[in-house]
């Protein structure tokens, strides 16, 4: 039986290669989009096993796409691909319920494994991608419904921080200093009470910021 997929990526190239990737298998691609928004459009009109999902695109980014779908699609599998290596990315995918998160650099084996892993309803997380951000999902302080009183400037730069920019580009998105960026994030890594970028990225997302 075929497993039908949807590849939603802004790069013709990455759709391309992918759907070269899993021709021969019984991995079917029956629709590819190129933005966030068409992946939650195409999801909610089409019948799909596997969505495999870009986290950076232009019209709504894959991490919020995720968000949108899960909330309608709670038990469609969602495979999360990335060029970036980044724990703030997999912290956010993790605590959205995505079903795995692919490297772009990934070999065509693991590709198709991870596919047919989601397609099952199992989980295509590696144990070494979860190790990473353990911590951060378990932090007591993250499980507490507290109010934090964070400043308008702190929320902005928390919700960019989250979105995995780092501080030099949250700088330039919000038109202030770099050592500015650095003094917020301090400060809202204190008043969260969390240790790093990634336990308050899952924060965020816990308290729908993001």
């Given at each position: 039986?075929?497993?039908?997929i949807l590849i939603a990526d802004d790069?013709?190239?990455?759709?391309?290669?992918?759907?070269?990737?899993?021709?021969?298998?019984?991995?079917?691609?029956?629709?590819?989009?190129?933005?966030?928004?068409?992946?939650?459009?195409?999801?909610?009109?089409?019948?799909?096993?596997?969505?495999?999902?870009?986290?950076?695109?232009?019209?709504?980014?894959?991490?919020?796409?995720?968000?949108?779908?899960?909330?309608?699609?709670?038990?469609?599998?969602?495979?999360?691909?990335?060029?970036?290596?980044?724990?703030?990315?997999?912290?956010?995918?993790?605590?959205?319920?995505?079903?795995?998160?692919?490297?772009?650099?990934?070999?065509?084996?693991?590709?198709?494994?991870?596919?047919?892993?989601?397609?099952?309803?199992?989980?295509?997380?590696?144990?070494?991608?979860?190790?990473?951000?353990?911590?951060?999902?378990?932090?007591?302080?993250?499980?507490?419904?507290?109010?934090?009183?964070?400043?308008?400037?702190?929320?902005?730069?928390?919700?960019?921080?989250?979105?995995?920019?780092?501080?030099?580009?949250?700088?330039?998105?919000?038109?202030?200093?770099?050592?500015?960026?650095?003094?917020?994030?301090?400060?809202?890594?204190?008043?969260?009470?969390?240790?790093?970028?990634?336990?308050?990225?899952?924060?965020?997302?816990?308290?729908?910021?993001?």
């Amino acid at each position: 039986m075929s497993i039908r997929i949807l590849i939603a990526d802004d790069h013709e190239v990455v759709r391309s290669g992918l759907k070269s990737l899993v021709a021969g298998t019984n991995i079917k691609v029956v629709a590819e989009v190129s933005t966030g928004e068409d992946a939650v459009r195409s999801v909610d009109e089409n019948e799909f096993d596997v969505v495999l999902l870009d986290i950076r695109m232009d019209n709504g980014d894959g991490l919020t796409a995720l968000g949108r779908i899960k909330l309608d699609h709670p038990d469609l599998p969602i495979l999360m691909l990335s060029t970036y290596d980044n724990p703030t990315y997999v912290a956010r995918a993790v605590a959205l319920g995505a079903s795995g998160y692919l490297l772009k650099g990934s070999s065509r084996d693991r590709l198709i494994e991870a596919i047919q892993t989601a397609a099952k309803g199992e989980s295509a997380w590696a144990r070494e991608e979860l190790r990473r951000v353990t911590g951060a999902l378990s932090t007591p302080r993250l499980a507490a419904d507290i109010e934090v009183p964070l400043t308008k400037r702190e929320s902005e730069v928390l919700q960019q921080l989250a979105f995995g920019l780092t501080n030099k580009e949250i700088a330039k998105a919000l038109g202030i200093s770099y050592e500015t960026v650095k003094e917020h994030v301090q400060h809202i890594l204190r008043k969260v009470g969390v240790a790093d970028r990634t336990q308050a990225a899952v924060w965020a997302v816990r308290k729908g910021l993001v």
